[in-house]
């Protein structure tokens, strides 16, 4: 079975913090992507990544960072939270770039509330 | 550029019902995916389809269809005899011919009341 695998559900986080979104999936997958969901607007890429240690900017990626160490593990990183971070952040993976129309197959979802 | 719209931001109906989400895109690559994906209250979101651009045959699984039609541009869900299990938020999707990004709509929240 795919598995995608958020480590926190719901954080609550103070302005200023650095906060790390952690994902882990158990696919051998290449390519791992960090979306942000808002209500009207859909999901909006921040970042992709499609081998260790190599990331591409996505449509959003002003206010965050990532982190590919592993090939399973893609961490979402604010440096210094914002309230108009909060959101819910969805993590999600997919086979090697170069085998276009590959299934995503996203995580649970992280609840991030900045205060 | 991409663009996915899914025109209807909520619709409720009664179970057993018959109910039809829309899906309009946007793109030039003459290649392409579409999807659609359910999300349940739980947050995740969960694959139901791909179609590829040169596939326009519809598809039948269960209860649910899908109907491509290349000249309008669209990629309708439908969801014959609908059950409150099936209250969530549908994503339609495209992913172009360039990597493995999708492009999503903003969604539709389907209410299903028994």
């Known amino acids: 079975d795919v598995k995608v695998t958020q480590s926190s559900r719901y954080l609550v986080k103070r302005t200023g913090e650095k906060v790390f979104l952690e994902c882990v999936q158990d696919?051998?997958?290449?390519?791992m992507f960090w979306y942000r969901q808002d209500p009207g607007l859909g999901l909006r890429l921040i970042y992709f990544s499609y081998d260790v240690k190599m990331k591409e900017k996505g449509d959003i990626p002003e206010g965050y960072s990532v982190s590919r160490e592993k090939k399973e593990r893609f961490s979402l990183i604010l440096e210094s939270a914002s309230t108009n971070q909060t959101s819910m952040y969805l993590c999600?993976?997919?086979?090697?770039?170069?085998?276009?129309?590959?299934?995503?197959?996203f995580g649970e979802g992280s609840w991030l509330t900045v205060v | 550029a991409q663009k996915v719209t899914q025109a209807q931001t909520e619709i409720s109906v009664v179970e057993k019902e018959d109910v039809t989400l829309d899906c309009v895109y946007e793109t030039r690559d003459t290649t392409y995916y579409l999807f659609w994906y359910k999300q349940p209250p739980s947050g995740e979101l969960v694959f139901l389809i791909r179609r590829n651009s040169f596939d326009e045959q519809n598809e039948i699984s269960g209860r649910y269809s899908w109907n491509f039609q290349k000249s309008t541009s669209s990629f309708n869900f439908t969801i014959t005899a609908s059950q409150v299990v099936d209250s969530a938020v549908y994503f339609c999707?495209?992913?172009?011919?360039?990597?493995?990004?999708?492009?999503f709509g903003g969604g539709t929240r389907l209410m299903v009341k028994p």
């Open positions: 696919m051998d997958h290449e390519n």
């Open positions: 999707a495209l992913m172009g011919n360039a990597g493995n990004m999708l492009t």
């Open positions: 999600a993976s997919s086979n090697r770039v170069g085998t276009s129309g590959n299934t995503i197959y």
